[in-house]
């Protein structure tokens, strides 16, 4: 048997089941592919990889070849278009199977496709490794799938399930060898730049594992995560694990079973409880994405619920940039720009603005996202737009925050205003044009 792994948003050796099931193959060969198309500008007006997410996951695809390396193993980064790229791999080296982990996204979902076309006598086996559970194993069918998270968390822990099942899988420590080591064109993938201010995430399973050891273990920051979650700007008041768990460098049943193994060790209150119930809002989102795929994308979505907006230029180049009237806001865009990550509460708080006072079309904000982003995910990104624009999982439609009580109550005496005052030293290079309805592929 000669397999052909696809590594996409599963960037470990621990917990990763379709990475278990290509190991048992007698040769494997250890496949990511660059898709150019990451960084040319979209519909939307952002690309759907910025530098500061590009360098993130860079540092993650050479902590993973370091790691696969150790077992007498490599990674073949390859700088192309996955439909292309993959059946070549595929045929050139003879390969009986291609496997991969399951992908929501309606361009992922393409791409698969594509590539189960073009190779017809070869097996072709996705596994669920982001998520919690399999899609067996929810208490629901997927086309039952609740409309609010509400309800579905209340089928999750009305299961009686107070952890993850099946368990997460051990950490591999051997691989079947390489059918030899082909030359890939990394060379070809764009430059990753340093960051002119200081950032505290470095990409890689050896870092996200390191990071949920020092916030349960080693700092207990989870004991009071419920009060200090809202935090704008302190890093030990919410976890942080989002960047690696988005990459894959980090599986969300490791970080479920470990705050199992604190609550069992050290204390279990309501705060050991919120980072679980946390985890679960994520896991909504990604079987959400599975179920109503291009619907997550429309600008009336899943609901349906046509909302009156219109894109104006200038106003979203003000808010990309910083420069509307909400000193918040602008605090808060500075920092994504600058340093590709923003709190949960930020991020509440320049979407409503974005939304509701400059009455901007949501996509256009989400795609912004999905280019500054580090810790950028399909599902909940475009999941928690919609959510916020009042066409997704709300059920109480349209959200709309307070910034002047906001900005009193989470930032009292100028803080965060203060420190990301003005920090964009260029304009935002934005290609203003009309855009149409997204694109589905």
Request: hydrophobic letters at 40%; charged letters at 25%.
């Amino acid at each position: 048997m000669r397999t052909l792994y696809w590594f996409t948003r599963d960037l470990r050796l621990h917990d990763n089941a379709a990475l278990l099931a290509a190991s048992r193959s007698d040769m494997l060969l250890c496949v990511y592919v660059v898709d150019p198309r990451w960084f040319v500008p979209g519909p939307m007006q952002s690309k759907a990889m910025g530098a500061h997410r590009w360098r993130f996951l860079w540092q993650s695809l050479m902590g993973l070849e370091r790691n696969l390396r150790a077992l007498g193993q490599r990674l073949h980064i390859a700088y192309g278009k996955p439909e292309e790229v993959i059946p070549a791999l595929a045929q050139n080296h003879k390969m009986n199977s291609v496997i991969r982990s399951r992908q929501p996204g309606t361009r992922e979902t393409g791409q698969w496709q594509t590539i189960g076309d073009k190779l017809p006598g070869i097996v072709l086996q996705e596994f669920e490794t982001l998520s919690l559970y399999t899609e067996g194993s929810l208490p629901m069918r997927l086309v039952d799938l609740p409309d609010t998270f509400s309800k579905f968390r209340k089928l999750i822990e009305n299961s009686g399930e107070s952890a993850p099942s099946p368990l997460r899988i051990r950490t591999l420590t051997a691989l079947p060898p390489a059918p030899g080591f082909p030359e890939d064109n990394r060379g070809e993938c764009p430059a990753v730049t340093e960051p002119k201010h200081f950032i505290p995430f470095t990409g890689g399973e050896k870092a996200g594992l390191a990071r949920l050891q020092e916030f349960l273990f080693t700092n207990h920051a989870i004991n009071d995560y419920k009060q200090t979650r809202n935090a704008l700007d302190t890093w030990d008041a919410s976890s942080k694990f989002s960047p690696w768990l988005a990459d894959g460098s980090l599986s969300a049943r490791e970080v479920a079973e470990t705050i199992v193994e604190y609550e069992r060790a050290e204390i279990r209150n309501e705060s050991t409880y919120w980072l679980w119930f946390e985890l679960l809002w994520r896991e909504y989102f990604y079987w959400y994405a599975v179920k109503h795929c291009a619907d997550l994308f429309r600008r009336d979505g899943v609901q349906r619920k046509r909302r009156p907006v219109t894109f104006y230029g200038h106003r979203f180049k003000a808010w990309c940039e910083g420069n509307t009237q909400y000193p918040l806001v602008n605090a808060a865009m500075n920092q994504l720009r600058e340093t590709g990550y923003l709190s949960n509460r930020s991020r509440q708080l320049v979407a409503s603005c974005f939304v509701n006072e400059l009455e901007l079309d949501w996509r256009y904000g989400a795609a912004w996202f999905e280019e500054q982003l580090i810790d950028y995910d399909v599902a909940s990104n475009y999941g928690n737009w919609q959510y916020l624009a009042g066409v997704g999982a709300d059920p109480r439609g349209l959200r709309r925050f307070n910034l002047e009580k906001q900005a009193q109550q989470y930032d009292p005496d100028g803080t965060f205003v203060s420190k990301w005052r003005g920090q964009a030293e260029q304009p935002v290079g934005l290609h203003l044009v009309d855009a149409a309805d997204w694109p589905v592929s």
